[in-house]
Nanobody
Framework: QVQLVESGGGLVQPGGSLRLSCAASGRILNLSDMRWYRQVPGKQRELVAVITSGGSTNYVDSVKGRFAISRDNAKNTVYLQMSSLKPEDTAVYYC???????????????????WGQGTQVTVSS
C-alpha cells in the first residue's frame, strides 16, 4: 500500500555533488521522521541523516558540513544534498520513514523504518 522510491544516485568524481530524492506514495496518513542510511558490502548499514516532521535535522559526524537533508511535506519527499563527495561516501543509499497508512481494509497501520529499495552512489575518478 506504500512505496518509497529513491532516485538521483550515480557516478560522481571526488569533490562533486549529488542530490538524492525519496518519494513516498500510497495511502499515507502521516509521515513522521525520515532518514537516509547507507551501506557498503560487508559492513553494517549506517544512519547518515535524519529529519523530523518539524524539520529538525541530525547527521553522522563524517558528513556534517557536506550533506544536507530536507523534506517537502506536500510532496511526501525527502532529499539528501551531498557535496564535497569523497570516495568513502560510495555506498548504496536507502531512505526510510516512519509512516502511518491505511491498509486494504481502511485500518490505520503505523510502521517504523519503512524502507526504499536503495540507490547506488559511487564516488570515483
Amino acid at each position: 500500500q506504500v512505496q518509497l522510491v529513491e532516485s538521483g544516485g550515480g557516478l560522481v568524481q571526488p569533490g562533486g555533488s549529488l542530490r538524492l530524492s525519496c518519494a513516498a506514495s500510497g495511502r499515507i496518513l502521516n509521515l513522521s521522521d525520515m532518514r537516509w542510511y547507507r551501506q557498503v558490502p560487508g559492513k553494517q548499514r549506517e544512519l547518515v541523516a535524519v529529519i523530523t516532521s518539524g524539520g529538525s535535522t541530525n547527521y553522522v559526524d563524517s558528513v556534517k558540513g557536506r550533506f544536507a537533508i530536507s523534506r517537502d511535506n506536500a510532496k511526501n519527499t525527502v532529499y539528501l544534498q551531498m557535496s564535497s563527495l569523497k570516495p568513502e561516501d560510495t555506498a548504496v543509499y536507502y531512505c526510510a520513514a516512519d509512516i502511518t497508512y491505511n491498509d486494504f481494509t481502511g485500518t490505520p497501520v503505523s510502521v517504523k523504518d519503512y524502507w526504499g529499495q536503495g540507490t547506488q552512489v559511487t564516488v570515483s575518478s
